[in-house]
Every structure is written in C-alpha cells, then in structure tokens.
C-alpha cells in the first residue's frame, strides 16, 4: 500500500480518494496531483516511490519531467506577450523570425503553428540526438523545412516542433529564451516549481520515468501501429523520424542531456503544485500575482482548429496553443484549457470555476485516449465543485 501524503481542504476529500484509488486500482508508482480554486490550494497530494530502482519516495519536493504538458506552459508564456501587445497571433511568423520564411513559409501564422495547422509536425532534415539537445541545428532545420501540407487546410500534431517554434518567437521578441522567460516571469513571482531546461542543481530532485508495459489488447496494438508505425506522421512528429526513442536505454527523458535543454514541447520539469500555481494564476490571483486577463484566457481557449488529427489519428480540438475539452481529453467542463503529456499527466484551467489542476507521475500509462488516472481525478473535483 503506498503512503499518500499532503492536505486537502474540507469539501475535497473525494480528490484525495480518487489519488490513493490511482495507486491501489491503476498501479500508479510514484506521483503527485495538486488542485486550486479561487486562488487557494484545496488539494496538494504526493505518494509512493520516485525511484524504484533505489526506493526513494516520492516526497513534497520531487520534480517530475511531464512530456506535452510542457506545451501549456509554453503557450501561457506566449500569452503573456500577447496581453502585454508584443505578440499578434495572427501575424506571420516570419515578421519576428524571418530566416522562418524559408520553404515558402512566409505566410505561415503564429496562429497557425499555435493550433497545430501549420504543417510542421516532422522535419525532412536528419537530425541526432545530440543535434536536437544543441537547438541551433534543429532551428536551421525548421527554417528550411517546406510545410507537410498546406498550412491551415489541416491539424496534425506538432508533438516536438511546437516548442521549438514558440520558443524562438518568444527569443525573437522578448530576448529570453522560453526557459528563462519562465524562471523570471512566472515561475518565479508565482514561487513555482516549473522548469524548461532544468539547472544541474535540481537534478537530483527528479523522479525517472517508468516506461508502459507493451499493450496486451491486440486492438489497442493495432491502434498503436497505425498512430506510430514507422513511417506514419505520428512516428516522425512524435520521434523526430527516430532520434528519440523511449526504448533507448537509458530513456533519453531521464538523461541529464535532455533534462538540462530547451525543449518546450516535451520536457518540462516540475512540481504538480508548480503547474496548478501557474493555471491558477491564469484565471485568477495567486499571492498577489495574475498572470492573464479574463479576456486573453477566452482569446487563447477559443477553438480554432478541429477535425482528424494527421498525426494521431484521432480527433483533435485546439485553441492557441491549448488542447480543448474532447472526448480523449475529458476535463472540468467544456471551458477548461488544457494541455496533457504522453503516459497521462495532465495540467489545465478553467476560468468559470477559478480552477488550476495538475497531476504528474513517473509511470507512464499505455492508453492513447486519455489516462484513467487523470480522470478520475478530474470527476472527483468536478464533483466537489
């Protein structure tokens, strides 16, 4: 039985059931779910075992890398310049960036690379892992990539590129790169833990990932395979045409390599109470601190693309840079902004209800539509509410 620790407020005792049910029903290792509402914490939980190779629990302080949940992140920065004038969706990226503009991009929208419909979900330039961790070669490649299919006719998953062209934007207005933009202007004044490119000195504080077991359901591989093939869009958008493979051993995730990069899309370290402070602050005050108008959140949440997804064969629901509430990604209510992460955490606002939720955990889950986890965390708050 694993040892669940942390507090929750009267009235949410249902989210602490649902989290130690995650452990007894769903073989949930080591992980941590944390909960605002109108500015205050109402559930901050963490348990079992950050590290099964040495049995280290999972304490207050750990820190977990969480795959996409990163791109959420990601987005908020980029809203923050949007409210702050410095940004237009709608423009081209190529007014900020114009080496972007090579490969006939030169129309291309922030908008567009935002909701996933620009159509750079994998790139033709062959790349290392080394070359993907150095950033530069992978900006040059970006530049000279000729989109996949005609931006804004279709959504397919940008599921690592996203980062990449957020974060130069962001470099191109602000000066900062992504990571640092978040240390100084929301990690920091939040008291956040939330990192894009962790230092070496809280290395010791993560939780390795613990990979899924192969499916056993035939359909459930099937449905894999025709997701991430080889050859498939979602193997090239989700493995950059093969340099990054979990299967590697070790996983490349849990390499100090990775940990210390920029790479918004897919490997923000943190704290689930780090990124339920950040939602928070989205949709209402934390300590004092605000980070997006009620406006802006109603601006970035609002859809904008929507229809089979080219890269995961499934639907997909986007607003500027946020995954909507669909049928694979159930969340408080058809208003919350979102962004999950490969093997089921999940970390979203909702503005109506005053709501910043995350959960985060080591051991991935198999599922390719929505984790039950997380789920049942999202009923037991939407039943408190």
Known sequence: MAEIHGDVAEGFGAIADAFARNFEDEGEVGASCCVYVGGESVADLWGGVADPATGRPYGRDTLQLHFSTTKGVAAIC???????????????????????????????????????????????????????????????????????????????????????????????????????????????????????????????????????????????????????????????????DGAISLAAEPNPFNTRQVHATEMPAANGISEARGLARIYAATVGEVDGVRLLSDDTVRHVRTERSRGPDLSLVMEGAWGLGFMLDIEFNPLLSPQSFSHPGAGGSLAYGDLEHGVGFAYVMNQMGSGLAGDPRANRLSEALRSCL
């Open 78 to 240: 980029a809203a923050m310049l949007y409210e702050r004038g410095q940004l237009d969706y709608e423009a081209p990226v190529a007014d900020y960036w114009p080496e972007f503009a090579g490969g006939g991009k030169e129309a291309v929208t922030v908008a567009q690379c935002m909701s996933h419909t620009a159509g750079l979900a994998a790139l033709d330039t062959p790349l290392t892992m080394d070359e993907i961790c150095a950033l530069e070669p992978v900006l040059r490649a970006i530049e000279s990539q000729v989109p996949l299919w005609e931006p804004g006719t279709a959504n397919g998953y940008h599921a690592i590129t996203f980062g990449w062209i957020v974060g130069e934007i962001i470099r191109r207005i602000d000066g900062r790169s992504l990571g640092r933009f978040l240390a100084d202007e929301v990690a920091g004044p939040l008291g956040a833990e939330s990192y894009i490119g962790l230092p070496e000195s809280e290395e010791h504080r993560v939780a390795p990932i613990q990979n899924s077991p192969p499916p056993s359901d035939p359909e459930i591989l099937e449905l894999m395979m025709a997701v991430m093939g080889p050859g498939t869009m979602g193997f090239r958008a989700l493995t950059m």
